[in-house]
């Protein structure tokens, strides 16, 4: 079992930045890729970002350019590091992990709220 903790999330003006972490423990060395997703009150849950294994990353068209991930094997630590905030980008934002050998992401965070706000 693999569980996540993410944190970092708060109140920021537009424009401004925030960094959010993902935490892993459990059966770490399972999982082969971790990712972001975030939930806008009203809608549906989307993907955001994802970061494999060996580094390669992925984002949905609406963040590229602004948001970067990132994973430090190190620290077992996964991070989004979201610059030039909108409103839009209010939500809350789950940290999910997928293991080797499985198509879809099996353990989530409880998340962590973003509120981008003047």
């Known amino acids: 079992q693999v569980q996540l903790v993410e944190s970092g999330g708060g109140l920021v003006q537009p424009g401004g930045s925030l960094r959010l972490s993902c935490a892993p423990s459990?059966?770490?060395?399972?999982?082969?890729?971790m990712g972001w997703y975030r939930q806008a009150p009203g809608k549906e849950r989307e993907f955001v970002a994802q970061v494999t294994s060996t580094g390669g990353t992925g984002y949905v068209d609406s963040v590229k350019g602004r948001f970067t991930i990132s994973r430090d094997s190190a620290k077992n630590t996964m991070y989004l590091r979201m610059n030039s905030l909108k409103p839009e980008d209010t939500a809350v934002y789950y940290c999910a992990a997928r293991k080797f050998g499985d198509s879809l992401y099996t353990s989530w965070g409880q998340g962590t709220q973003v509120t981008v706000s003047s």
């Open positions: 459990g059966s770490i060395f399972s999982i082969d890729v």
